[in-house]
């Protein structure tokens, strides 16, 4: 992000009083650790600040709550705060379609919209946006906008960007962690940042429901390729019987990444209303958007994801097909 960008930013914070941040359905660590750094500091600033989510928060992520109230959104409820704000912040996020009705209420109100995202756009999406695929995560963007701000980086505003960086590059595990994502933790952390607490939280903190339902789907791994394809399935069926919820299955699709000659891993998930989730990751020299971008999904080079009408076995079978292209 360029002072050109921060000082477009500046401006429009500097003229309106009431905001409004929300981030994508299924909420991960970068769109809940953005919000709650940016909702810190609007407050220090006097401005009258709502987080406004279409999904609950994962369990994980509740200790972001500390001082920071999550509203879950709700048509009735809210239709008139949307529609009487100054800005509507959309983060880690560029897809309508991610943000369901609250959305469509937005693009009706005609509120302005600012968008602070790193995926890859391929047109305009809200009044202004700053969207930037080389970084890591929103959470450093964040960082870059609050550094040329001048912010004061308090301890709940360090919490959520290094909550944010950590998740995304998944505990600086993946190909995106570049030199100044450890920059900006090491600054975090300096500044007040748990990072033990955090990384606990994240990593460390996860109920039997989620870890039988590991347990399943590992036993049940598929290779293909000549394994370099890893596959997963998690069906209506064993989320009953091990009590876990659609949002234990997140992370699961790294998993596979660890297994020697796998180059590509895929999670299908079975959704109530004849849909399939798909979460596509790559060790990183393969690229999965485009596969992702042909079930009318998308995200990065290397981690995507996509939704799709259909029973579970027919979208694997074509998923699959489609995959093994990418090694011919």
Request: charged residues 25%; negative net charge; contains cysteine.
């Amino acid at each position: 992000m360029q002072n050109s960008h921060v000082n477009q930013i500046a401006s429009i914070l500097d003229k309106n009083h009431n905001f409004i941040l929300t981030t994508h359905l299924n909420p991960d660590g970068d769109g809940i650790g953005s919000q709650v750094a940016f909702y810190h500091y609007l407050k220090k600033r006097g401005k009258n600040v709502t987080i406004l989510n279409v999904d609950t928060i994962p369990k994980s992520l509740k200790f972001l709550e500390n001082g920071c109230a999550i509203t879950l959104f709700d048509e009735n409820r809210h239709r008139s705060l949307v529609q009487n704000a100054d800005i509507i912040l959309i983060l880690d996020i560029s897809d309508w379609k991610r943000l369901q009705r609250l959305g469509d209420i937005v693009r009706e109100s005609n509120v302005e919209t600012v968008c602070i995202d790193h995926h890859l756009l391929e047109q305009q999406f809200s009044d202004h946006d700053f969207v930037f695929p080389v970084a890591s995560s929103t959470g450093e963007l964040i960082y870059d906008l609050f550094t040329g701000l001048h912010a004061d980086f308090s301890k709940e505003i360090c919490d959520g960007i290094l909550t944010a960086v950590m998740s995304d590059t998944g505990c600086f595990r993946f190909t995106n962690t570049s030199p100044k994502v450890f920059e900006i933790a090491a600054e975090m952390q300096r500044l007040g940042a748990d990072r033990k607490m955090i990384y606990s939280e994240l990593y460390e903190n996860q109920d039997m429901p989620r870890i039988r339902l590991l347990a399943r789907v590992l036993n049940n791994l598929h290779l293909d390729c000549g394994g370099k394809i890893a596959w997963m399935e998690v069906n209506q069926k064993m989320l009953k019987e091990t009590g876990a919820i659609l949002k234990d299955t997140e992370g699961l699709a790294d998993f596979p990444r660890r297994i020697q000659d796998v180059e590509i891993s895929i999670l299908f998930m079975e959704l109530p209303d004849n849909k399939v989730k798909i979460s596509f990751r790559s060790r990183g020299i393969v690229a999965i958007n485009n596969l992702a971008g042909r079930f009318g999904g998308g995200g990065h080079a290397f981690a995507s994801g996509a939704s799709v009408e259909g029973n579970l076995s027919s979208v694997i079978e074509d998923v699959l097909f489609q995959a093994h292209h990418l090694f011919e």
